[in-house]
T-cell receptor, first 117, second 113 residues
Framework: AQTVTQSQPEMSVQEAETVTLSCTYD???????LFWYKQPPSRQMILVIR??????QNATENRFSVNFQKAAKSFSLKISDSQLGDAAMYFC??????????????FGKGTKLTVNP | KAGVTQTPRYLIKTRGQQVTLSCSPI?????VSWYQQTPGQGLQFLFE???????NKGNFPGRFSGRQFSNSRSEMNVSTLELGDSALYLC????????????FGPGTRLTVL
């Protein structure tokens, strides 16, 4: 079974600074997707960024980028120019690419990010 | 386009009762997944439906069940509620095609007393 580990329960960053959230995963599969989700205090989970395992290039979405190290099974999220609105729980998630099209997500425990003004 | 809606948003039940939660996916989405979120266990996958068929199921007891209707709306039912069933129940919908993005609803907060 796949597992996702987020070793940082809490992180804090100053506004306008850069922060990196860590995520490691364990799988025997070669084809899969990785995601970072953000869950603000309002509780609506939203997708921040996604990475296909077959792509070597790291995904980027505006101020958010990932460092995907497939051999090391590592998938970290970098947030640049942090804003107060980035404060939230961040979840790393794994999804198999096969399995009959199932979209089951395996989540890490989450990292609570605080942004200080 | 309206997002994923879940009803009710909050629910209080007592042990032994049963409860039904509803999820209306985004229009045109055919896949609905359910997750349980608790402080101790985090986010855990319950089940997934695609075109009225259960496509995948997590490791939850048989007290947890679900179904999907022809309009893609989904319900999950928990029978004989236990204190440990208190959680935020999230549903997510997607078109169901390969590589499609899932969109989450706001959740239903269930409290079992």
């Amino acid at each position: 079974a796949q597992t996702v580990t987020q070793s940082q329960p809490e992180m804090s960053v100053q506004e306008a600074e850069t922060v990196t959230l860590s995520c490691t995963y364990d799988t025997s599969e070669s084809d899969y997707y990785l995601f970072w989700y953000k869950q603000p205090p309002s509780r609506q989970m939203i997708l921040v960024i996604r990475q296909e395992a077959y792509k070597q290039q790291n995904a980027t979405e505006n101020r958010f980028s990932v460092n995907f190290q497939k051999a090391a099974k590592s998938f970290s999220l970098k947030i640049s120019d942090s804003q107060l609105g980035d404060a939230a729980m961040y979840f790393c998630a794994y999804r198999s690419a096969g399995r009959g099209g199932s979209e089951k997500l395996v989540f890490g425990k989450g990292t609570k990010l605080t942004v200080n003004p | 386009k309206a997002g994923v809606t879940q009803t009710p948003r909050y629910l209080i039940k007592t042990r032994g009762q049963q409860v039904t939660l509803s999820c209306s996916p985004i229009s045109g989405h055919r896949s609905v997944s359910w997750y349980q979120q608790t402080p101790g266990q985090g986010l855990q996958f319950l089940f997934e439906y695609f075109s009225e068929t259960q496509r995948n199921k997590g490791n939850f007891p048989g007290r947890f069940s679900g179904r999907q209707f022809s309009n893609s709306r989904s319900e999950m039912n928990v029978s004989t509620l236990e204190l440990g069933d208190s959680a935020l129940y999230l549903c997510a919908s997607s078109p169901g095609t390969s590589n499609s993005e899932q969109f989450f609803g706001p959740g239903t907060r269930l409290t079992v007393l």
